[in-house]
């Protein structure tokens, strides 16, 4: 479900911006739109959350998506005076219920008890699930475009993966986390150096995966001139299915990883995939695809691999750290994509001379440079947060022995 929620409209935009004239701007704030509100969400109900429990939420949350899913669909007839705003209204809807899932998901997860799944193990692989479900929504939607079936009948037809889940849950017994007086309170969470940092990090982490994710679809098709089949095949769902194999890997090894030399490896890598993007020539595609389908396997722990950290140091946190963490991946997962809009429509406008590239073309790889500064800040965030972790793993050794003794 937030695989629909955060990629289909990064998919569908092109058809939009043809009929409906849409900038890149315009997208990007759309996305940001998204995000921000799944950030305001996952903080004005963690309190809420912390105190009576997850299972009362997740119901609720996959019918608000449903209902925003539809409404999407129905902007074109609901708000033909200004189908714009009915799209900012849509995606505020269902990406309140997409807040609430990630509010929920990681720690009803986390909760299942330590003797049935080790923790860190079961969030990557809930995480690598994000990813297949990316993979299905790039290939049955662009596979649906391409046959002719209009966006607005795709879009309802997705309407039934929030049903499926909610039948699934209906009966899902959950386990909780620590609620209420057991739960260390959030002004200590931000009196923790290890939590500050995973805050920045998980948020430099969403910003580089997102980045990518909105805009290989729009870059493959108008900066390298691929058509939208063999560009969201490729590069799109090539970035999917190895962000999904990245935390398939992490659940099934992840107790035989250093998970901090990981995620700094998976930064300096990332940068490198962020230029190779940026600076592969209109007429040799091959560079650019490869770079996104792995920067995919590059970026794939930064958002799980810091919740593991964060959680394996903070055994005592209840959902709100979850929850803070969640709103703070989200933040940078809405001004990724925002930034990149802003400048790509922005560096249109000023095309230098000489340059072999439309003003599209120059303007994409433009906002793509821009988001190479978030692979960059999360190598910088990854190094502080392993020493930061290891500075608490050797204060827990010590108490240990103490409280041995």
Request: charged fraction near 10%; include cysteine.
């Amino acid at each position: 479900m937030q695989a629909v929620n955060v990629n289909l409209l990064a998919i569908i935009f092109i058809p939009l911006r043809e009929q409906f004239g849409l900038t890149y701007a315009q997208f990007g704030t759309l996305v940001f739109v998204n995000f921000i509100t799944q950030l305001l969400v996952s903080i004005v109900f963690s309190k809420v959350i912390d105190k009576i429990g997850m299972k009362p939420f997740i119901m609720p949350a996959l019918f608000v998506c449903m209902g925003g899913l539809v409404l999407f669909a129905l902007t074109p007839l609901l708000f033909a005076a200004n189908v714009y705003m009915g799209f900012m209204l849509s995606i505020f809807i269902y990406a309140g219920g997409g807040g609430l899932m990630e509010l929920c998901l990681s720690p009803i997860v986390d909760a299942i008890p330590s003797d049935a799944i080790d923790s860190s193990k079961a969030l990557s692989f809930l995480h690598s699930f994000y990813a297949w479900g990316q993979a299905g929504v790039v290939l049955v939607t662009t596979g649906l475009l391409y046959f002719g079936l209009p966006w607005r009948a795709i879009v309802i037809m997705w309407i039934v993966v929030p049903a499926l889940d909610a039948v699934m849950f209906a009966r899902a017994p959950i386990a909780e986390r620590a609620t209420g007086d057991k739960a260390m309170p959030i002004r200590s969470l931000f009196g923790m150096r290890i939590f500050v940092l995973a805050l920045v990090a998980i948020a430099c982490g969403g910003a580089a995966e997102t980045v990518i994710a909105q805009y290989a679809s729009s870059f493959l098709e108008r900066g390298l001139g691929l058509s939208k089949m063999t560009g969201d095949i490729l590069g799109l769902c090539g970035f999917a299915i190895f962000l999904g194999i990245g935390r398939l890997l992490y659940g099934i090894l992840g107790d035989r990883m250093n998970i901090h030399n990981v995620l700094i490896g998976g930064s300096v890598l990332a940068l490198a995939a962020y230029f190779v993007i940026v600076f592969t020539p209109v007429g040799t595609p091959a560079p650019s695809v490869a770079a996104i389908a792995l920067c995919g396997l590059f970026v794939s722990l930064m958002w799980p691999g810091t919740l593991a950290i964060a959680s394996k140091g903070l055994p005592l946190a209840g959902v709100s750290m979850f929850a803070l963490l969640a709103a703070s991946g989200s933040f940078g997962c809405s001004i990724g994509p925002w930034v990149g809009g802003v400048v790509t429509d922005f560096s249109m406008r000023f095309l230098p001379q000489g340059i072999a590239l439309s003003a599209e073309q120059f303007g994409l790889r433009a906002g793509l440079m821009a988001g190479a500064v978030f692979p960059l800040a999360s190598l910088v965030t990854q190094f502080a947060l392993k020493k930061s972790a290891a500075a608490v793993a050797a204060m827990q050794l010590l108490v240990n022995k103490f409280e041995g003794e």
